[in-house]
């Protein structure tokens, strides 16, 4: 199982971007799936997470969705109004059974969104 994360650039406060990530191997449970981040000089910190929005970082809320296309297996992450302080790379995160019955708990690489003017 593997995770591929895409959709990152450079924008400017207050635009949006959508992030994908897209899994793919022999799934058949998908657990969880979450997208973190991690600015420069800082620790990776959870944003949002499919299976709990209460778990939704408070600095995204109202501006941040997280959904799921599951006839696909891609996560996205709507991200609107965005700040310069959202500038950070982004992961996604899987907790995924394959058919085999094995669990995986796999990171995509991250990619990259800039928000600056």
């Known amino acids: 199982v593997q995770l591929q994360a895409s959709g990152g650039g450079l924008v400017e406060p207050g635009g949006s971007l959508r992030l994908s990530c897209a899994a793919s191997?022999?799934?058949?449970?998908?657990?969880?799936m979450t997208w973190s981040r991690q600015a420069p000089g800082k620790e990776r910190e959870l944003v949002a997470d499919?299976?709990?929005?209460?778990a939704t970082n408070d600095a995204v809320k109202g501006r941040f969705t997280i959904s799921r296309d599951d006839d696909r297996n891609i996560l996205y992450l709507q991200m609107n109004d965005l700040k310069p302080e959202d500038t950070a790379v982004y992961y996604c995160?899987?907790?995924?059974?394959?058919?085999?019955?094995?669990?995986?708990?796999?990171w995509g690489r991250g990619t990259l969104v800039t928000v600056s003017s």
């Open positions: 499919m299976h709990d929005s209460a």
């Open positions: 995160f899987g907790d995924i059974v394959d058919y085999s019955g094995h669990r995986h708990t796999t």
């Open positions: 191997g022999t799934i058949w449970i998908i657990n969880t």
